[in-house]
Structure formats: structure tokens, C-alpha cells
């Protein structure tokens, strides 16, 4: 039998995050003031790529969110340069409900190398149904790239109004080719979430978080009675191919081995294992 660690081996880490200095330095802060969180590691493109190299990561998806009006643009351009000249990296893009022209800076994105669409529904204040970004999914639809959101709850969004199964499942029905993910499995509310993957073959679930050392942790401080472990393994089985590995890096405050190694604890066969760490962000990502 294959060790854990080599399992791991060659795998995509499909929720991280390149920003430009001075936007993670803010967002940085905001977790910290918010969460009481310190992040030991390296923010820069060739320091985050270092540590998941020597994890065994072979690619990572990298995830912009624009925190308002304006600045998608610019801030899809820099993803795009940044990760550019990196053999690992899978850019995506952002877009604002508030932009002028979503559709229009979702398509020049895409023109320029971005491989998918994310969107932060609490931080960005709208939700994935919102229906000024419905040009924007219409694009990515067209162009057979995927949608990733954070559309739940957790880890800190408990009172936020632009997350939920209910409004998720709506951009499922209204596109119903079109990829789509929701980030840190769904939590708090995973169980519903999970209920969409089990009846829509396109809706994706990633791990980030959701499955940390400090979860539980996180969602005690926030008022949920929520454990990694309460999630079954045969979640993992049954939507095998439809829950991709994510550890949210580098915007953590546990070391990156840490989330890995919960999830190489379960006891997941080996099609769930290689379907968690590799086969569906392929699928997901539409290769």
C-alpha cells in the first residue's frame, strides 16, 4: 500500500491565493483584526510556489477576489502577469457586480489566460444568483470555463445575506452547463450543499479550510458546533470527482502539511483519494 505522503504526490490545490502586496497586506490584517489569526507564510508568487512544490503540489488555482467596484480589471491583470511565466499556476479571474460591464471583463480575462471565474459573495456583497453577474456567467459558460464562489457560511460569515444553499441553486438551475464550485465545502451549511453535488453532476465542492486543524476551532469562536470529522467518509466516495482538494494557502494560520494530513487520515479508497487530490480539479477545470 502506497504511503499517505505519496498519495499526495503530484496533486492540484485548487483554492489558493496570489494578490498583489498591498491588497494582501489588507486582507491580511482584516483576518487577523477579525480572527485573531497570524499567517507565518510567504504571500509572494515564488515563496507560495516553494512550499507547495516540497508539499508535492504540481498545480494550484489561483483565486482574486475585487473587494469592490472597478478594480477587477486590473487586479485579473496582475493574476494573469504574475503567474504567467509559472509552470504550476492556473489563473482565474475576478468580476464585481458593480462593474460596469461584467460580462465585458470576465471575456477580456479569458482573452488573457484566465482559466475560471471566482467570486467571494460575502466580502464582495452580493450573492451568486445576484443577476448583474449573469453576463459574466454567461461568458464563462460560453467559453467552457468554471465558476468557483464562496457561497456558505463559514469559516466566518455567519451573518452575511449573499450566502446559502437557496441562492447557489439558483445559478445551477439558471446555467445549467456551466461548472460551478462552492468553496470550504459548502459550511457550515455542508449538508445541503452536499445535497446539491449528489443532484447536479456539475456542482463541485472544494475542501479549503473545511477540513483544517483549526476549524473546529474557528467555528466554536463564531457560535457553530462544526468538526472536519462530521462529514463521513462516505461523502468523499459517493461524490468522487466532485470534491476538489483546496487548503485556502497562503492565507492560513496552520502550517500548509496540517490540512493535507487530515484528509490523508480518512480511511477513502484509492479512486477517492486520487479523484480528491488530482482527478476532480481536472474535471472541474474542463481538461
Known amino acids: 500500500m502506497a504511503e499517505p505522503e505519496s498519495t499526495f504526490a503530484g496533486a492540484i490545490d485548487a483554492h489558493t491565493h496570489l494578490m498583489p502586496p498591498r491588497l494582501m497586506r489588507a486582507i491580511r490584517e482584516s483576518l487577523s483584526a477579525s480572527m485573531g489569526w497570524e499567517f507565518p507564510h510567504p504571500a509572494d508568487r515564488d515563496g507560495v510556489e516553494t512550499v507547495l512544490r516540497e508539499a508535492g503540489v504540481a498545480e494550484y488555482v489561483v483565486l482574486p477576489y475585487a473587494h469592490r467596484p472597478g478594480v477587477a480589471r486590473e487586479l485579473n491583470e496582475w493574476v494573469i502577469e504574475t503567474t504567467g511565466a509559472s509552470e504550476r499556476a492556473v489563473p482565474f479571474a475576478t468580476v464585481h457586480a458593480g462593474d460596469e460591464d461584467p460580462r465585458a471583463v470576465a471575456q477580456a480575462a479569458f482573452d488573457g489566460g484566465a482559466r475560471g471565474l471566482k467570486f467571494h459573495c460575502p466580502v464582495q456583497g452580493f450573492g451568486p444568483a445576484d443577476q448583474r453577474i449573469e453576463g ?123 490540512e493535507r494530513r487530515r484528509l490523508l487520515a480518512r480511511s477513502l479508497s484509492a479512486t477517492a483519494t486520487e479523484q480528491l487530490f488530482r482527478g476532480a480539479a481536472e474535471r472541474f477545470l474542463g481538461r
Not at 155 to 163: E, I, K, Q
Request: a negative charge; charged letters at 20%.
Open 136 to 258: 459574466a456567467l454567461t461568458a464563462a459558460a460560453e467559453r467552457d470555463r468554471p465558476a468557483l464562489f464562496h457561497a456558505g457560511s463559514g469559516p466566518a460569515s455567519l451573518d452575511s445575506p449573499h450566502v446559502g444553499a437557496e441562492a447557489f441553486e439558483r445559478v445551477v438551475e439558471q446555467h445549467p452547463d456551466l461548472r460551478v464550485a462552492c468553496a470550504h465545502l459548502g459550511t457550515y451549511d455542508w449538508s445541503a450543499f452536499v445535497g446539491l453535488a449528489r443532484e447536479h453532476d456539475t456542482v463541485f465542492l472544494d475542501t479549503a479550510f473545511a477540513c483544517s486543524p483549526t476549524a473546529a476551532d474557528t467555528a466554536a469562536a463564531v457560535g457553530v458546533d462544526y468538526e472536519p470529522d462530521d462529514v463521513p467518509d462516505a461523502v468523499f466516495e459517493e461524490l468522487a470527482g466532485q470534491i476538489l482538494y483546496g487548503s485556502d494557502y497562503p492565507n492560513v494560520p496552520h502550517p500548509y502539511a496540517d
